[in-house]
């Protein structure tokens, strides 16, 4: 992260020196990099390291059943939570963006309860990029968002499955809504309208191992209205 208005030859050359080694570069206003330097003493110039190498989008996908697809998680407590639950409930691996989201910090690793050791986290560029690569390896796309038009416990889940949950407080994207074959809502009892993504990717992944287990581990065929089961996907 480097402060909007910063400059000079030694900012230019950490600029030039991230873009050849591929590490991402943000501008933002100086209070931002107040609170990612928990101060306000630094030189305009703040670096994140992962407590993890990050796996490669190819390996991650290659014979998964189930990927975690997070669309702009910021807080990395709720990552955390999210990568230990994946582990949990038997997801392959979780993929999450560069930019404007939460990385495997320090932070992220406690909250995960060692789960990152465990289970693979990927890095991708663009959200909905990936999922278009995931849909033509054959994964089925199901978003999950107060907005969904089923219940999560009222669909049958297509193999290999890919779930998505957006960020705190904003939910999917809305162009990475349109990329979901499916998007899936948790009815809610009391006045408010959603949980904490943490919790929600629980309540959907656990249901997804359920009928995982369920089916004995085989392919859960998507019944699609109108189409016999010979004919479903």
Known sequence: MI????GGPKVQEIVDLCRRA????????????????????HQGVVAMGAAK??????????????????????DPHNLGAIVRTAHAAGAD??????????GLTETVAKASAGAIEHLPVVRVVN??????????RGF????????????????DYAAPTVFV????????????????????????????????????AGVVLFEWRRRARKGGGDEITHRVPGVSDAEAP
């Open 3 to 6: 402060a909007k208005g910063a």
């Open 22 to 41: 591929k590490v991402p570069v943000r501008f933002e206003p100086r209070d931002a990099l107040d609170r990612a330097a928990r101060s306000a003493v």
């Open 53 to 74: 190498e990050y796996a490669a989008p190819e390996e991650a996908a290659a014979d998964a059943r189930c990927l975690v697809v997070l669309d702009g998680v910021e």
């Open 93 to 102: 691996a979780v993929m999450i963006p560069e930019r404007r989201a939460a």
């Open 127 to 136: 959200v909905r990029q990936e999922l278009d690569r995931l849909k033509e």
């Open 140 to 155: 089925w796309i199901y978003g999950v968002d107060e907005r969904g038009g089923e219940d999560y416990d009222a669909v």
């Open 165 to 200: 949950f957006g960020g705190e407080g904003k939910g999917l994207h809305e162009h990475v809504r349109k990329q979901c074959d499916f998007v899936v809502r948790i009815p809610m009892a009391g006045a408010i309208a959603s949980l904490n993504v943490s919790v929600a």
